[in-house]
């Protein structure tokens, strides 16, 4: 039993013996066990082993103290006075959330080996209205990160984190997996818009119509948004710098969005960020021929594209395939049938394009899908009609065998993706237009794989995403 007990409500002086509250065991002068809530005020602390459910307060040493937690002291001031000497030594485990440890001049702050001490960290936090990260452009972002930190990035609109090796945008919020086909060659030429459930299997469901009949055009989109702009049409000199946008989470048909700069009939290609579509390379049927402009608009907003840059070694290059990361556009092969070239933009900036490497063989009429890492540049006309092929986007480098998509030899009706999962629909196999659906789950290699069908037969389409690498993600 303790050496002294006193009752509810006294006062006393204690000179010598001990004292404990929440137990019978006096093994130090003071003892606290139990969940005791108070306001208390201590100075010259010797020791202070064990404790549970203190109002957090300051806590002054103002002596040469060894201060040993046997739990963690959530909220507690440690402060060592300008006045006194010696150091201050935490043993054990120390944890505050208010980043309130101070050493003034002269003193020493020592952790004992095994000890640790976390300054403003929580094992839990709950924010009922709002919390704000750092936040900057992708130029702003910190020259030595460290592994888990987190920002939003202002040029793609997102949050992102640091794996240890490079920056990684999250999942973007809302985003259903939905791939949606439009126009095309059936064998005549159709504003035909069809949907899939990518994380699925199953056939095509008609989605629309585009506002205008037309084929070979480039398809990019947002989360929220697809657009469908270039391609011919009935009339190549005014169907080919149209622009036409779907809410992709609805069906219905299109809504004119604007025009591209220069005519991108026969052959244009386009991908995208969240916030940018941008065209590259096409032939323009009406006009001056084959074009290496590239164009971009903002995908929130309607109006005319800009001019971004230019294509500059496939600059006589059209029905080429193009994919996209959160931050890098990539644009490979095309007609005539010799490019193996690949090059690439970055998203948020204007500029030409810049070499990243070579298909593993010469095709044109490609087609290309990307998760946020990977991206899949499908057949083609070529020496290996049947080949797929892949490269990794934040690096530079030629691109290696993925497998092989059977079914159709060229001129898809478009290929697009999930974080997941690559899709490859329609296309030529002489003398047929074929429906066939096909995918192939992105971070492996292997053969594609029977996912659906088409609505209806079609070749020369363009197609895109929800989910797709442009808007980042695992």
């Given at each position: 039993?303790?050496?002294?007990?006193?009752?509810?409500?006294?006062?006393?002086?204690?000179?010598?013996?001990?004292?404990?509250?929440?137990?019978?065991?006096?093994?130090?002068?003071?003892?606290?066990?139990?969940?005791?809530?108070?306001?208390?005020?201590?100075?010259?602390?010797?020791?202070?082993?064990?404790?549970?459910?203190?109002?957090?307060?300051?806590?002054?040493?103002?002596?040469?103290?060894?201060?040993?937690?046997?739990?963690?002291?959530?909220?507690?001031?440690?402060?060592?006075?300008?006045?006194?000497?010696?150091?201050?030594?935490?043993?054990?485990?120390?944890?505050?959330?208010?980043?309130?440890?101070?050493?003034?001049?002269?003193?020493?702050?020592e952790?004992?080996?095994?000890?640790?001490?976390?300054?403003?960290?929580?094992?839990?936090?709950?924010?009922?209205?709002?919390?704000?990260?750092?936040?900057?452009g992708?130029?702003?972002?910190?020259?030595?990160?460290?592994?888990?930190?987190?920002?939003f990035?202002?040029?793609?609109?997102?949050?992102?984190?640091?794996?240890?090796?490079?920056?990684?945008?999250?999942?973007?919020?809302?985003?259903?997996?939905?791939?949606?086909?439009?126009?095309?060659?059936?064998?005549?030429?159709?504003?035909?818009?069809?949907?899939?459930?990518?994380?699925?299997?199953?056939?095509?469901?008609?989605?629309?119509?585009l506002?205008?009949?037309?084929?070979?055009?480039?398809?990019?989109?947002?989360?929220?948004?697809?657009?469908?702009?270039?391609?011919?049409?009935?009339?190549?000199?005014?169907?080919?710098?149209?622009?036409?946008?779907?809410?992709?989470?609805?069906?219905?048909?299109?809504?004119?969005?604007?025009?591209?700069?220069?005519?991108?009939?026969?052959?244009?290609?386009?991908?995208?960020?969240?916030?940018?579509?941008?065209?590259?390379?096409?032939?323009?049927?009406?006009?001056?021929?084959?074009?290496?402009?590239?164009?971009?608009?903002?995908?929130?907003?309607?109006?005319?594209?800009?001019?971004?840059?230019?294509?500059?070694?496939?600059?006589?290059?059209?029905?080429?395939?193009?994919?996209?990361?959160?931050?890098?556009?990539?644009f490979?092969?095309?007609?005539?049938?010799?490019s193996?070239?690949?090059?690439?933009?970055?998203?948020?900036?204007?500029?030409?394009?810049?070499?990243?490497?070579?298909?593993?063989?010469?095709?044109?009429?490609?087609?290309?899908?990307?998760?946020?890492v990977?991206?899949?540049?499908?057949?083609?006309?070529?020496?290996?009609?049947?080949?797929?092929?892949?490269?990794?986007?934040?690096?530079?480098?030629?691109?290696?065998?993925?497998?092989d998509?059977?079914?159709?030899?060229y001129?898809?009706?478009?290929?697009?993706?999930?974080?997941?999962?690559?899709?490859?629909?329609?296309?030529?196999?002489?003398?047929?237009i074929?429906?066939?659906?096909?995918?192939?789950?992105?971070?492996?290699?292997g053969?594609?794989?029977?996912?659906?069908?088409?609505?209806?037969?079609?070749?020369?389409?363009?197609?895109?995403?929800?989910s797709?690498?442009?808007?980042?993600?695992?």
């Amino acid at each position: 039993m303790p050496s002294f007990r006193i009752g509810i409500g006294s006062d006393f002086n204690l000179s010598g013996g001990k004292v404990s509250f929440g137990s019978t065991s006096d093994t130090v002068a003071l003892r606290v066990t139990g969940n005791l809530k108070g306001d208390f005020e201590i100075t010259g602390v010797s020791t202070l082993r064990a404790y549970d459910g203190f109002t957090p307060q300051k806590q002054n040493v103002t002596l040469s103290s060894t201060i040993g937690f046997s739990t963690t002291g959530v909220g507690t001031f440690i402060q060592v006075d300008e006045s006194e000497t010696g150091f201050l030594s935490l043993v054990g485990e120390y944890n505050t959330v208010s980043e309130d440890i101070i050493v003034d001049d002269g003193k020493i702050f020592e952790v004992s080996t095994g000890s640790t001490v976390s300054v403003g960290t929580l094992e839990s936090v709950s924010i009922q209205s709002h919390f704000n990260v750092p936040d900057g452009g992708s130029n702003d972002r910190p020259d030595q990160p460290t592994e888990g930190m987190v920002r939003f990035n202002d040029d793609l609109n997102t949050l992102e984190f640091y794996n240890g090796i490079e920056w990684r945008q999250f999942t973007v919020s809302g985003a259903s997996g939905r791939g949606v086909f439009g126009g095309g060659q059936e064998p005549s030429i159709r504003g035909t818009i069809d949907y899939i459930n990518i994380s699925t299997l199953g056939n095509a469901i008609n989605f629309g119509t585009l506002t205008r009949n037309a084929y070979w055009l480039g398809a990019c989109s947002s989360s929220t948004r697809g657009l469908f702009g270039g391609g011919d049409g009935s009339s190549p000199t005014t169907d080919d710098s149209i622009i036409d946008y779907v809410t992709l989470a609805s069906a219905g048909n299109a809504i004119s969005f604007g025009s591209l700069v220069v005519g991108k009939g026969n052959g244009t290609t386009a991908l995208s960020s969240s916030t940018r579509g941008i065209w590259g390379g096409g032939y323009d049927r009406g006009g001056s021929g084959t074009t290496n402009t590239i164009d971009y608009v903002t995908i929130a907003t309607i109006g005319n594209a800009l001019d971004f840059g230019d294509l500059v070694g496939l600059a006589s290059a059209n029905k080429h395939g193009s994919c996209s990361s959160p931050t890098r556009g990539l644009f490979g092969g095309g007609m005539p049938y010799t490019s193996t070239l690949i090059e690439y933009i970055t998203i948020s900036s204007l500029g030409n394009s810049i070499r990243f490497g070579d298909l593993t063989y010469p095709r044109g009429n490609v087609h290309a899908c990307s998760n946020s890492v990977r991206g899949l540049f499908f057949k083609g006309y070529g020496s290996n009609s049947n080949g797929i092929d892949y490269v990794t986007i934040a690096t530079t480098g030629n691109a290696i065998n993925f497998g092989d998509a059977g079914g159709f030899e060229y001129q898809a009706a478009g290929a697009t993706a999930s974080q997941t999962r690559g899709i490859i629909a329609g296309g030529f196999n002489t003398p047929t237009i074929v429906n066939t659906i096909q995918y192939v789950t992105i971070a492996s290699t292997g053969n594609a794989q029977d996912f659906g069908d088409l609505t209806s037969q079609r070749r020369m389409g363009s197609a895109c995403s929800d989910s797709h690498g442009g808007l980042g993600g695992f």
